[in-house]
């Protein structure tokens, strides 16, 4: 089955303490993406990658950090998480083939640090 | 930079039509998407505008018109699991796969 995987659905941790977020993809799409959405601000890019080792800041990067080592996996790191950071995030990925393309998303990861 | 608008709250009556609108000021423009999000879930794919006029599938249709930067999401015969926040996204000009996603309309569908 076609599908983006994150890893955990639920987080909970506490400022300071380092933590990934894993996301998985098996439809070989060459961009991925993380979202996070908070009430009120609906969804803003954290950062995304067009290709392997391509990656770029999204609207919102600050205190976060990603990596592309393989096509299939774009995980999140928070070197040092802070309570304003507790969203609900999103990992994507869509085809590069043309504009129609639609985003698929992951289930989810809903982070809180206290 | 883009800038997407779209209402926050629509309440509207099981088996009743309701139009969502959403305007878009886009540097650039390469299509218009729609998604529907249930409540604490990932948001999924309705439909894709790119050129002028009305996109129909099912009970749902999507409206563009690119020279007015609006677009509307169309949702005939109304169900209570039609109950759901649904996203408008800009995508940028050709080559890029950036969407600009707007807040979201919280529709909420009433017996």
């Known amino acids: 089955e076609a599908q983006v995987t994150q890893n955990p659905r639920y987080l909970i941790t506490v400022t300071g303490k380092k933590l990934t977020v894993t996301c998985s993809q098996n439809?070989?799409?060459?961009?991925m993406s993380w979202y996070r959405q908070d009430p009120g601000l609906g969804l803003r890019q954290i950062y995304y990658?067009?290709?392997?080792?391509?990656?770029d800041k999204g609207d919102v990067p600050e205190g976060y950090k990603v990596s592309r080592k393989e096509k299939r996996n774009f995980p999140l790191i928070l070197e040092s998480p802070s309570p304003n950071q507790t969203s609900l995030y999103f990992c994507?990925?869509?085809?590069?083939?043309?504009?129609?393309?639609?985003?698929?998303f992951g289930s989810g990861t809903q982070l809180s640090v206290l | 930079g883009q800038n997407i608008d779209q209402p926050t709250e629509m309440t509207a009556t099981e088996g009743a039509i309701v139009q969502i609108n959403c305007t878009y000021q886009?540097?650039?423009?390469?299509?218009l998407f729609w998604y529907q999000q249930h409540a604490g879930e990932a948001p999924t794919f309705l439909s894709y505008?790119?050129?002028?006029g009305l996109e129909e599938k099912g009970r749902f249709s999507s409206f563009l018109s690119r020279s007015k930067g609006y677009s509307y999401l169309l949702l005939k015969e109304l169900q209570m699991k039609d109950s759901a926040s649904y996203l408008c996204?800009?995508?940028?000009?050709?080559?890029?796969?950036?969407?600009?996603f707007g807040k979201g309309t919280k529709l909420s569908v009433i017996p």
């Open positions: 994507a990925s869509r085809n590069t083939g043309g504009g129609y393309e639609k985003l698929f």
């Open positions: 439809m070989n799409h060459e961009y």
């Open positions: 990658s067009m290709n392997v080792e391509v990656t």
């Open positions: 886009t540097s650039g423009f390469n299509g």
């Open positions: 505008n790119v050129l002028d």
């Open positions: 996204a800009a995508q940028a000009g050709a080559g890029s796969y950036q969407l600009t």
